[in-house]
């Protein structure tokens, strides 16, 4: 599995987790870049994540994941 679909992957599933599909996300996208973005919808898009790739985050990992770059790659360690 290749690290730019993986970066396709999650950037979709934001999109959806921030009700937003013409949302304009960027690797450096962060929290403070999406006013939806809080630590719930954070949790939430993590979730979607792990269940669409069948991984599973620990805390700490989650709590690391300041942007969707940190979250794509995070994933892409996990299942390539």
Do not use: C
């Not at 949302?23 to 973005?37: C, F, G, K, N, Q």
């Amino acid at each position: 599995m290749e690290f730019e679909y993986v970066l396709e992957e999650v950037t979709r599933l934001a999109r959806i987790q921030f009700r937003d599909e013409k949302l304009e996300i960027r690797e450096t996208t962060t929290a403070s870049d999406i006013v939806s973005w809080n630590s719930l919808s954070h949790v939430l898009l993590i979730t979607s994540i792990e269940n669409i790739f069948f991984i599973k985050f620990d805390l700490p990992q989650m709590i690391d994941m300041k942007s969707i770059g940190d979250i794509a790659r995070a994933t892409y360690r996990m299942v390539k």
